[in-house]
């Protein structure tokens, strides 16, 4: 078969996944659409909770199965958001857990980890 490897059907599928789910970004007058929760919560709440409204946002905004929503995962590399969607998200977690995310540390979430670990340094500063 000369080198030729055969990419595993799991892996092709998360990848095409990954490609169907990038289409859908934006309503019939082109404008982002997002539904965020009705009440909004803090970040008193446990860890395993904060990181499945982390991913659940970021899934719900780029439109990706949470399957792909590793810590490692880039935001802008591997998830395929650009800069605005970042910003964006940033506003959205802001407002979900009722605080602040200052831009110094903005700059520096780049994968959905680090924005775990950030909030999670936020609610325990809170305590």
């Known amino acids: 078969m000369g080198g030729m490897h055969a990419v595993p059907a799991a ?21 982002r659409t997002m539904q965020t929760r009705p009440h909004a919560g803090s970040l008193q709440n446990n860890s395993e909770d904060l990181v499945d409204r982390v991913k659940g946002i970021i899934a719900t905004y780029l439109d990706l199965p949470l ?7 880039s935001l802008l590399h591997d998830l395929g958001a650009d800069s605005l969607e970042i910003t964006e998200m940033m506003m959205v977690f802001e407002e979900e857990f ?8 903005a700059d520096h979430l780049f994968t959905v980890g680090d924005i775990i670990r950030h909030l999670q340094n936020l609610a325990d500063a809170q305590d």
Do not use: P, R, W
């Open 11 to 31: 892996s092709q599928s998360i990848t095409d996944d990954f490609a169907n789910s990038t289409a859908s970004h934006h309503n019939a007058k082109g404008d």
């Open 67 to 73: 399957e792909l929503l590793v810590d490692e995962a």
């Open 98 to 105: 009722s605080c602040t995310i200052d831009d110094n540390a």
